[in-house]
């Protein structure tokens, strides 16, 4: 696993929930995936890694601007 493939839309949303769950240090590389639906999110910001409070904050971030 790469951070490549967790933030690729092309990955499988089944591969990003293994990621979410065995992979720590690549969950906040999921955050950046269009693909990642409300409930992986939730799981990964309940779940915490490094780097997920400042991509979940970019993200937050970016929604408000739209």
């Not at 969950?27 to 939730?42: K, Q």
Request: overall charge negative.
């Amino acid at each position: 696993m790469t951070p490549s493939v967790a933030c690729s839309p092309d990955t499988p949303i089944e591969v990003l929930w293994h990621i979410a769950q065995h992979a720590p240090e690549l969950r906040r590389w999921l955050i950046a995936n269009p693909r990642a639906d409300a409930a992986l999110l939730e799981f990964i910001s309940q779940t915490g890694g490094p780097g997920v409070k400042r991509a979940l904050a970019v993200l937050l971030e970016s929604m408000e601007e739209e």
